[in-house]
């Protein structure tokens, strides 16, 4: 069992910058793989970034790459998102995530935090 809990979300301006974090406990973190998935209204869960068990691989769905950077710290057990230049279109609630593989289906993560939502207004 993994226990995920996100923490940082918010109302931010357009062009602004929020940090998520998520912390997780129960399984040896450097075990697993972790995401970061959203949900706007009325849409799918879609995936957002995912890193690999050491930090050493990531990777980022196009709409946000080179806007937002997910890091982890595995003395500290926490993932991390940093979203910069936010947009009103990634305005959705955002959910941590830990699985076996480094994949971007939802399906394939275990394990999900509670979801924290981000707003971006215009």
């Known amino acids: 069992q993994v226990q995920l809990t996100e923490s940082g979300g918010g109302l931010v301006q357009a062009g602004g910058s929020l940090s998520l974090s998520c912390a997780a406990s129960g399984r040896t973190f450097t075990s697993i793989v972790m995401g970061w998935f959203r949900q706007a209204p009325g849409k799918e869960r879609e995936f957002v970034a995912a890193?690999?068990?050491?930090?050493?691989?990531?990777y980022y769905t196009d709409s946000v790459k080179g806007r937002f950077t997910i890091s982890r710290d595995n003395a500290k057990n926490t993932v991390n998102l940093q979203m910069n230049s936010l947009k009103p279109e990634d305005t959705a609630v955002y959910y941590c995530?830990?699985?076996?593989?480094?994949?971007?289906?939802?399906?394939?993560?275990?394990?999900w935090g509670q979801g924290i939502q981000v707003t971006v207004s215009s």
């Open positions: 890193i690999s068990r050491l930090g050493t691989n990531t």
């Open positions: 995530a830990a699985g076996r593989r480094f994949v971007l289906a939802a399906n394939e993560y275990d394990y």
